[in-house]
């Protein structure tokens, strides 16, 4: 049985048959946050739709945000308050850090996770590869 092409060939024909690749972006961007100062407060305006894009209670990030800025707050309905005045290059990169800690699966590196609490334990559950990690508790 004799072959028409060598192995290289068929490769190369393979390889020229393969569609383009493209510049993928993630299908997870992380959300910037918007707000304004006031005085000696930072009002942020989308914490809500930042919480429904990273799937996570407002009240979570928030906390969050507080421990991490070191400062007091209060939600609101037009807004978070934070007492302080914060730059919004700080507050993303605490939104970042949040995404880090708290969405990323610590495996595969994709959003596709869940917090589940179990005898005290908050883990981070992967729905995608199936990790688990345990995460800080934010009391």
Do not use: W
């Amino acid at each position: 049985m004799a072959f028409k092409h060598t192995y290289k060939q068929m490769l190369d024909r393979a390889f020229k048959n393969l569609p383009k690749s493209k510049n993928i972006t993630t299908r997870f961007d992380i959300p910037k946050v918007t707000g304004s100062l006031q005085g000696n407060k930072t009002i942020i305006t989308n914490l809500s739709q930042i919480s429904k894009i990273l799937r996570r209670p407002e009240s979570h990030i928030f906390k969050f945000l507080l421990r991490e800025l070191a400062t007091t707050g209060d939600m609101k309905k037009g807004g978070t308050i934070f007492i302080g005045k914060f730059s919004s290059g700080i507050l993303n990169t605490k939104i970042e850090k949040y995404v880090k800690e708290f969405i990323l699966c610590n495996q595969c590196k994709k959003p596709d996770t869940k917090l589940i609490k179990e005898k005290g334990i908050t883990f981070k559950h992967c729905e995608a590869c199936g990790a688990r990690s345990s995460v800080r508790s934010l009391k």
